[in-house]
């Protein structure tokens, strides 16, 4: 096992059944930012999947319970740790990711919180005594239900955000006294490495944790149809969401996948602060955040205001080296992923779109794009393009706009600028998609806020407190009195 120059070295490529591994293949993780090793993680198996998933499935059937003061214990020793580990993980999440370091850095402060929050859910695992008494038939009976784990959880996640989304999912599931089964992304493997061997420090049981990097079609196929996985938790792509669906069969699961996030500029919106907002939400992380602002919609009489202001705010990001703390705009994941972007500007363009700032290329990186005038249908308005591009299109009336966006195949975050409140919560209200920001884009998250989206963006809701109603069932013990005392 290499780690080049990484910031951090594992102490395997994989983890299950309380030992790190080194499995026979491996999966070489670069910076995508010049291709240079970062360090290689095991390429597991399907074989290597089963024998992780039976692990954590002995340890959940069969181990001793894991009380919930304890987890609660382990997890806020988790978060004081992280706290303590914040340079070693931005290093290391700017390294193999594509996060300037001062991004990384704010991702970090998130996922303290994350692991934070998990902790304080031990609240919502009490449960209540239940009515027997209400009813005939529950005459001479006694009973409650307590919140029980699911069992053991699969959890899948994307390349974008490699340390908080596999926040999200280790620290709902393990609070609620399930087992897990991590596979990350490909790209962004030794995060997630890190992040396991934080929590066996923190205290989490050894064997109620695994983690098998590797591919998708490989590690995640085999991970989600698994049967003695109980529930999926998956964060990614609406195409591979459909092949998790098709692959978990009748399980349970939750899918955050993606969104084409749009914003509703009206008419008496403070345009600057609206120009100032879209700006920062389309290209932070280069685009690469399913809450990204990718179609503004804005009344007609600012749009020459708003494109201008919006253009100079995009001209000034600086486009750069991920280490150095000016950056703004770091790589794109891969050069198929600035093929793609480059590709879908070009057939923009090509329809007649206009190029207000970037559509510039560099190997991985991609200058933020403001895109004007672009025909209906085009790529770039109908898909999620998941890099720096940002379309303005001027609207005529309210009616036209809300019919405009519930249209769109996805629905998860919006946003509506508005002076008049009353003008801005007509709007919030007739929106099909998961939360709207007034006076935000739809690019602002708490991570203790229900999340997800509705249609091509997703099934269920994350968030901490909601991962844990999800990752966890009412279990009923009740008892029939047979005979009264004298
Ligand atoms: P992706 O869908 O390509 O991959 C996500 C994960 O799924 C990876 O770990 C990948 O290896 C795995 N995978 C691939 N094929 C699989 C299969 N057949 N079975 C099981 N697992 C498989 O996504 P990505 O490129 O890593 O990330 C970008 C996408 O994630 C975007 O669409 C973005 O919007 C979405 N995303 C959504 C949220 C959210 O909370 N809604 C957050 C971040 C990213």
Known sequence: MSTGTSPWTPAGGAFWAGVWRAPDAELEVVDPENGSLVGTVGN?????????????????????????????????????????????????????????????????????????????????LEGETLPFGNTPRGENRLGWFTREPVGVVGAITPFNDPLNLVAHKLGPALM????????????????ALAFTELLLDAGVPANRLAVVPGRGA??????????????????????????VAAGAGAKKTLMELGGNGTVVVLRDADVRRAAEAVVDGAFGNAGQNCLSVQRVFVARELVHELVDLVVEGTNNLVVGSKADARTDVGPLIDE???????????????????????????????WPT???????????????????????????????VVAEVNDLEYGLQA?????????????????RVGAVMVNDTGDFRIDAMPFGGSKRSGVG????????????????????RTSRSA
């Open 44 to 124: 597991c198996s399907s074989v290597e999947v089963d024998e992780a998933v039976r692990g954590v499935a002995q340890a959940v059937l069969a181990g001793p319970p894991w009380p919930v003061w304890q987890r609660r214990e382990a997890l806020h020793r988790a978060a004081a740790l992280l706290d303590e580990r914040r340079d070693v993980f931005a290093a290391l999440i700017s390294r193999e990711g594509c996060k300037p370091i001062r991004d990384a850095a704010r991702e970090v402060q998130r996922a303290i919180e994350t692991v934070r929050l998990s902790a304080e859910q031990a609240a919502r």
């Open 176 to 191: 609620g006294g399930n087992g897990v089964v991590l596979k990350p992304a490909e790209q962004t493997p030794l995060t």
């Open 218 to 243: 490989t590690v995640g196929a085999a991970l989600v149809s698994h049967p003695r996985v109980d529930m999926v938790s998956f964060t990614g792509g609406h195409t591979t969401g459909n092949a």
């Open 336 to 366: 198929a992923a600035a093929d793609r972007v480059e590709g879908w500007v070009a057939e923009a363009v090509e329809a007649g779109a206009e190029v207000n700032a970037g559509a510039k290329r560099d190997g991985t990186f991609y």
């Open 370 to 400: 403001v895109l004007t005038s672009v025909p209906a249908g085009s790529t770039v308005l109908t898909e999620e393009i998941f890099g720096p591009v940002v379309s303005i299109e001027p609207f005529d009336t309210v009616d036209a």
């Open 415 to 431: 946003g509506v600028f508005s002076r008049d409140l009353d003008a801005a919560l007509d709007v919030a209200q007739r929106l």
């Open 461 to 480: 809701r994350e968030g901490v407190p909601f991962a844990v109603d999800a990752m966890t069932e009412p279990k009923i013990v009740a008892i029939h």
